[in-house]
């Protein structure tokens, strides 16, 4: 996953996850390029082929969030200050970020109920200890907003939901408290926004850093991409019906998949067909948001 003409240029590859590429230069110290790829997975599988545009269009996106959050972030450049020193085709998918010391959890925020917080809570009627009313369908919307953190995992393995009470064994008290606050801060600030734009967020996923020099706490990775959150058409959902829970992410990936490999040895090649829709609703979702700007 190294990129030839990143390392021409000094760039060292040091990392590749299931998405994203991290390199770093001697000539910029405490830095990392993290450049965001064309894969997709599914299924703990990093598949073929890529879908076109979306390492892109995934930037674009955790940039528009960026500048709308407020929070404070890992960020230190990104396009077009990066176009000069990267080449084309990379510098629109990178990002230069500050080196942070990564806390081992995913912070998950769900407003409502779906995916493995649906399947959890049919077998508990609970969501990562958190008790939930009963009663609940697949797709409804939580009483309030739940922090449901996960402990990150190797590549190839799963995520492991945990309750908060490990998050704490994991990070410290007073960590996971900041990183549960502002987590659930920043769902209630994107799902403001997100409304404006007919859309409903329905859950996603943060990563946090800590500053090695100010300790601060640092929101980190990609945000609210289609990758790392749920989103559904608002008119839709409202309506009811088969595809109230469509999401602008890679759902028809993972349907596909589902129907047509048995999870044992290696996963098959995705249909142009499949490739060019799940392109498609990834472009929804950043037209959708980037139209009628804030």
């Known amino acids: 996953m190294t ?31 993290v450049v965001a790829s064309d894969r997709v997975s ?40 990066l176009g000069e020193h990267l080449p084309p085709g990379i510098a629109e ?3 230069l970020v500050h080196e942070l010391e990564m806390y081992p959890v995913e912070a998950v ?47 190839g393995e799963h995520d492991e939901n ?24 920043a769902f209630d600030a994107a799902s403001a926004i997100a409304a404006r734009h007919g859309l409903i967020l329905a859950d996603t996923k943060f990563e946090f850093g800590r500053d090695p020099v100010s300790g601060e706490l640092t929101l980190a990775d990609e945000v609210l991409t289609s990758d790392s959150s749920r989103y559904w058409d608002a008119e839709t ?28 040895g290696e996963p098959p090649e995705l249909p142009a067909e499949i490739v060019e829709r799940t392109a498609a609703r990834y472009r929804e979702l950043l037209e959708r948001l980037e139209d009628d700007e804030d």
């Open 3 to 33: 990129d030839s003409r990143l390392t021409a240029l000094g760039w060292t590859h040091r990392y590749s996850g299931k998405v994203r590429d991290l390199y770093t230069s001697e000539a910029v110290p405490g830095r990392i390029l």
């Open 42 to 81: 599914a299924f703990d599988h990093v598949l073929e082929p890529g879908i076109p545009g979306k390492g892109a269009m995934l930037t674009q996106l955790s940039l528009w969030w960026f500048s709308r959050l407020g929070m404070r972030n890992h960020l230190a450049a990104a396009h077009p200050s």
């Open 93 to 95: 998918r990178a990002m």
């Open 109 to 155: 925020v769900r407003g409502y109920l779906v995916g493995s917080g649906w399947a959890e809570y049919r077998a508990t009627q609970s969501v990562c200890g958190i008790a939930l009313p009963a009663g609940l369908g697949e797709g409804d919307r939580l009483p309030e907003p739940i922090f449901t953190p996960a402990f990150k995992a190797p590549m």
């Open 162 to 185: 945990i309750t908060f009470e490990r998050m704490v064994d994991l990070v410290g008290a007073e960590a996971a408290a900041s990183i549960r606050d502002t987590s659930l801060e």
């Open 237 to 264: 959902y409202a309506a009811g019906g088969i595809h109230r829970l469509d999401s602008f992410d890679k759902q028809i990936v993972r349907d596909w998949l589902a129907a047509n490999w048995d999870r044992s």
